[in-house]
């Protein structure tokens, strides 16, 4: 059964920092390309950082450019988002997406971040 499994979600103050992990299983976890993707109250998802499967590119949207980092580590079959630097307007729910070409893809049932004093 393939899963992704989200955690390490909460709510923080303004400037503080949390670290999301996605713990994938039920697939080739070193074969697929990660992504994180947020979805705002009341917006669309939007792509957040990508990165390749084995970790030799990563890419990270402006919005969040010097203040949040990507990485994974195969033997773990985790891929992490560490978020530095809160702001408000980080707020949403965070998924985790595994894709790769000819492949299926699969998404994670998301954790909710809350930056707020």
């Known amino acids: 059964q393939v899963q992704l499994v989200e955690s390490g979600g909460g709510l923080v103050q303004p400037g503080g920092s949390l670290k999301l992990s996605c713990v994938a299983s039920?697939?080739?976890?070193?074969?697929?390309?990660m992504n994180w993707y947020r979805r705002p109250p009341g917006k669309e998802r939007e792509l957040v950082a990508g990165i390749s499967s084995f970790g030799g590119v990563t890419s990270i949207a402006d919005s969040v450019q010097g203040r949040f980092t990507i990485f994974r580590d195969n033997a773990k079959n985790t891929v992490y988002l560490q978020m530095n630097g809160l702001k408000p307007e980080d707020t949403a729910v965070y998924y985790c997406?595994?894709?790769?070409?000819?492949?299926?893809?699969?998404w994670g049932q998301g954790t909710q971040v809350t930056v707020s004093s």
């Open positions: 039920g697939f080739r976890f070193s074969t697929y390309a």
């Open positions: 997406y595994a894709h790769k070409a000819w492949g299926p893809d699969y």
